[in-house]
């Protein structure tokens, strides 16, 4: 990677310190780190949960309609 300063007079302090962000950055970019893999609807939490029984006369219907 080459460097070009256009303009202005920076000291090796602060050259230093953009290389260290630009190393940084392309570091990061490079290596995204591990993926979590994608699961479906059915590994969702709340599918966990269970609806309240419905009560009632026509309790034994409704239990059977989505919701």
Same mark, same amino acid.
């Not at 920076?10 to 962000?21: G, I, N, Q, R, T």
């Not at 995204?32 to 893999?37: F, K, S």
């Not at 969702?44 to 309790?59: D, E, F, I, K, S």
């Given at each position: 990677? !080459?460097?070009?300063?256009?303009? &202005?007079?920076?000291?090796?302090?602060?050259?230093?310190?953009? %290389?260290?962000? %630009?190393?940084?950055?392309? !570091?990061a970019?490079?290596?995204?780190?591990? #993926? #979590?893999?994608?699961?479906?609807?059915?590994?969702?939490?709340?599918r966990l %949960? #269970? #609806?309240?029984?419905?009560?009632? %006369?026509? &309790?034994?219907?409704?239990?059977?309609?989505?919701?």
């Amino acid at each position: 990677m !080459t460097i070009k300063v256009v303009r &202005g007079n920076p000291s090796a302090e602060e050259l230093a310190a953009v %290389l260290v962000l %630009l190393s940084a950055t392309a !570091t990061a970019a490079a290596d995204p780190g591990p #993926r #979590r893999p994608r699961t479906g609807a059915w590994h969702a939490p709340h599918r966990l %949960l #269970r #609806r309240p029984h419905a009560y009632g %006369l026509a &309790g034994w219907q409704s239990s059977s309609l989505p919701h």
